[in-house]
């Protein structure tokens, strides 16, 4: 039994920050993810009964994981998205393809890795989204740890590209009328001066949490596209192997499932592949 508050317990965070635990911080993370919160609230008091001083929050999200994912397999998929976001690295290019996707899912047209003639230079932007009206040219910043923010020196750095790629706009017909913006997504979160500079200058940040409403992950559960570290019947192994083949998505990898393409999967691994797939995707 525990001889204090769960709200006495000192957590540590990715940060190395220490933090008060606060029991209604996992609750609302779980019951967002799709649980009950009868479910909910059973993870709670079962880890309750493991909590103890300097105890990591990676720990606490692995234990409600794994307990969420023998009850309800389609909130386990949303409950570990953070983390399966995070192992999309280390190089970040399957992180520019998932962004890419969001934005087709929106009805932009787009192109990873292009070369944009700004006014003095030549460019390459990691995702750009254009439709008739508007041209949105995102720079990417992946981190594989979530205690890693990207700090005001991007910003900074992208205003300046982003000036010069939008001042081509007064000098061509075609453009001229087209709504140009500059973004800036990550995996994780911003400091306050990036998310203060990037106001002030007309910059859009898009961070796993911020803005409150509309952040990077309301983003993907809302469009429901998933990268295939989501799921838990892939080993490591051949995670890895899909994303070097280009295979980030887990409605591509369901596509290329139903078709019976040639894949680095086990066969064993592919019929539990498919199951996974088919709970949260149909």
């Known amino acids: 039994m525990h001889t204090k508050s769960l709200s006495n317990y000192l957590i540590q965070k990715a940060s190395g920050e220490q933090v008060y635990f606060e029991s209604h911080k996992l609750v609302d993370s779980l019951v967002r993810s799709g649980a009950s919160e009868a479910m909910a609230n059973q993870i709670l008091q079962a880890i309750s009964l493991e909590l103890h001083d300097g105890m990591l929050t990676s720990d606490i999200y692995t234990k409600a994981y794994r307990m969420l994912q023998k009850q309800e397999r389609k909130t386990a998929v949303n409950y570990r998205l953070k983390q399966a976001v995070l192992q999309l690295g280390p190089s970040g290019?399957?992180?520019?393809?998932?962004?890419?996707?969001?934005?087709?899912?929106?009805?932009?047209?787009?192109?990873?890795?292009?070369?944009?003639?700004?006014?003095?230079?030549?460019?390459e932007i990691d995702v750009v989204a254009t439709t008739e009206h508007k041209h949105i040219f995102?720079?990417?910043?992946?981190?594989?740890?979530?205690?890693?923010?990207?700090?005001?020196?991007?910003?900074?750095?992208?205003?300046?590209?982003?000036?010069?790629?939008?001042?081509?706009?007064?000098?061509?017909?075609?453009?001229?009328?087209?709504?140009?913006?500059g973004w800036i997504i990550t995996n994780t979160r911003f400091t306050e001066d990036a998310i203060k500079f990037g106001r002030d200058y007309g910059l859009t940040l898009l961070g796993w949490d911020y803005p409150e409403k509309g952040n990077l992950k309301d983003w993907i559960e809302l469009e429901n596209l998933h990268p295939i570290t989501c799921l838990s019947s892939l080993t490591r192994k051949e995670k890895k192997t899909l994303l070097e083949k280009g295979i980030v998505m887990c409605h591509d990898l369901y596509k290329r499932l139903k078709k019976q393409e040639s894949l680095p999967i086990k066969p064993r691994n592919q019929r539990a592949c498919k199951r996974e797939l088919r709970d949260f995707i149909e």
């Open 93 to 123: 290019y399957p992180f520019e393809h998932f962004v890419g996707e969001l934005f087709k899912a929106r009805g932009f047209n787009v192109e990873v890795g292009k070369l944009v003639n700004g006014y003095s230079v030549r460019h």
């Open 138 to 181: 995102v720079e990417c910043k992946f981190h594989n740890y979530q205690g890693t923010k990207t700090n005001v020196k991007v910003p900074m750095y992208i205003r300046s590209r982003f000036d010069d790629l939008n001042r081509v706009r007064h000098f061509d017909e075609q453009l001229k009328n087209t709504n140009t913006q």
